[in-house]
C-alpha cells in the first residue's frame, strides 16, 4: 500500500518539466467532460421532415470526431501510466525506444488529431447552423500543445544532463591518473598545467560532446582561472 505522504514526496521530487507534463494530460482529460462545440441539430417531426432546431453541446466522443478523440483519449492515459511509474515505482516492459521519446512523439500526435478536429469545425462548422466552438476544445488543443513543447524540451534537458554527468567522468578519471594529492611537491603552475592537460584529452575523448557544448580554448581559460 502507498502512503499519502509517500505519494506526496515522490510528486515533490519530480523535476518541473515532469509536472507540467502529468498536469497536461490531466487537463486533456478533463477536457473530454466538456462540450467541444455548440450548435443547432435538426429535430425530424412526423410527417419525415425537419420541424424544428434544438441547441445542442457537442462532445469530443460524438460524431466525427469519435475515432480522433478516442485515440488522443488513449494516447493520454498511456502517458499517464508512463508517468506514474515514477511515483509508484512499478516497471513498465522494455521497449527498443526510451519512454521519454515515446511520450513526446504521443504528444506530437495529439497535438496534431486535435488540430484537424479544431480545423474542420471551423472549415465547415461540423454540418451543424450556427455553431460555434466551446471552451472544451481550446482547452484540449492548448493542453496537447504544451505536452508536445514540454516533452520535447524535457529531451533536450535530459540529453544536456547525460553529455555533463559523461563529460565529468572523464575529467575526474584523468585528473586522478595525472594528480598525486602531494602538496609538496606540485606547486600551482604544475597542477594548471596538469589540468589544462586533462581539459585537451577529454575534449580529444569526446567529439560529440565538443559539438554540443563548444568546447573551445575559453573553456581552458576559465578552469585555468
Not at 177 to 190: A, C, G, I, T
Amino acid at each position: 500500500m502507498f502512503k499519502v505522504e509517500h505519494i506526496k514526496k515522490e510528486i515533490l521530487s519530480l523535476s518541473i518539466e515532469e509536472k507540467i507534463l502529468g498536469i497536461s494530460n490531466l487537463v486533456l482529460l478533463i477536457s473530454f467532460l466538456m462540450p467541444w462545440y455548440y450548435g443547432l441539430e435538426p429535430t425530424i417531426g412526423a410527417t419525415g421532415f425537419v420541424s424544428d432546431f434544438d441547441y445542442i453541446n457537442v462532445y469530443a466522443f460524438r460524431d466525427f470526431s469519435f475515432f480522433i478523440s478516442l485515440f488522443v483519449f488513449l494516447f493520454c492515459v498511456l502517458s499517464l501510466i508512463i508517468q506514474s511509474s515514477k511515483i509508484f515505482k512499478y516497471r513498465l516492459p522494455r521497449l527498443g525506444i526510451n519512454y521519454n521519446n515515446i511520450l513526446a512523439i504521443l504528444g506530437a500526435e495529439s497535438f496534431f488529431l486535435i488540430l484537424i478536429v479544431l480545423l474542420t469545425y471551423i472549415k465547415n462548422s461540423g454540418g451543424y447552423p450556427r455553431a460555434e466552438l466551446k471552451f472544451g476544445l481550446f482547452i484540449a488543443f492548448l493542453s496537447a500543445g504544451v505536452w508536445t513543447v514540454i516533452s520535447y524540451y524535457y529531451l533536450q534537458v535530459i540529453k544536456q544532463e547525460k553529455t555533463k554527468k559523461k563529460r565529468q567522468e572523464i575529467f575526474e578519471k584523468n585528473y586522478k591518473e595525472n594528480v598525486r594529492l602531494e602538496p609538496e611537491v606540485h606547486d600551482n603552475k604544475y597542477e594548471e598545467t596538469v589540468v589544462s592537460n586533462i581539459v585537451e584529452k577529454a575534449v580529444d575523448e569526446t567529439s560529440e560532446i565538443k559539438s554540443e557544448y563548444n568546447i573551445n580554448s575559453d573553456y581552458k581559460t576559465n578552469i585555468k582561472e
